[in-house]
């Protein structure tokens, strides 16, 4: 299927081979955010034969030092507040001052001072972005990554 269906206003379905005419309506993909709420989940409990253990303990590359845990530290800590921090619930987080973050946060732990650098970390750790309109706009979240928990 193409990246855009294609729906006709005159009919309930146009083919992918029809030309578009004025009455096609383009209809554009959306990125699937289905959420397990994993806030009240026992991970202390979990075995290595779980299918959850995966997802929490992210394979071989759980460490104190890897991605997430600085990340988690680093949004535990209230001196970096006013760059980042959780949203209210816990389930998600969001920059609120990119420049400051670039400048202070990016090369203090991660010793790079690039945000493209960092946002490719983000999308290869599995963290989503939400693009809807509400509190929860431009935040990130991943359904592993909650506050409270370490990563």
């Not at 299927?1 to 959306?30: H, K, L």
């Not at 992210?58 to 997430?68: D, E, I, Q, T, V």
């Not at 998600?92 to 790079?112: C, H, R």
């Not at 309109?133 to 370490?150: I, V």
């Amino acid at each position: 299927m193409s990246d855009v269906e294609e729906r006709s206003s005159s009919s309930s379905s146009v083919s992918s081979q029809q030309p578009a005419n004025e009455d096609t309506i383009r209809v554009p993909r959306r990125v699937d955010h289905t959420y397990h709420d994993y806030a009240n989940y026992r991970v202390d409990l979990l075995r290595p034969s779980d299918p959850d253990y995966t997802a929490f303990h992210g394979g071989n590359r759980k460490s104190a030092n890897n991605f997430p845990a600085k990340l988690h530290s680093i949004l535990s800590n209230s001196e970096y507040g006013h760059i980042i921090r959780w949203m209210p619930h816990g389930r998600a987080w969001k920059i609120f001052n990119k420049d400051l973050m670039v400048s202070e946060v990016i090369p203090k732990y991660w010793g790079q001072t690039k945000y493209e650098s960092f946002s490719r970390q983000l999308s290869g750790w599995g963290f989503k972005r939400l693009h809807q309109a509400g509190p929860d706009f431009r935040a990130y979240y991943h359904e592993c990554f909650l506050r409270g928990l370490p990563f």
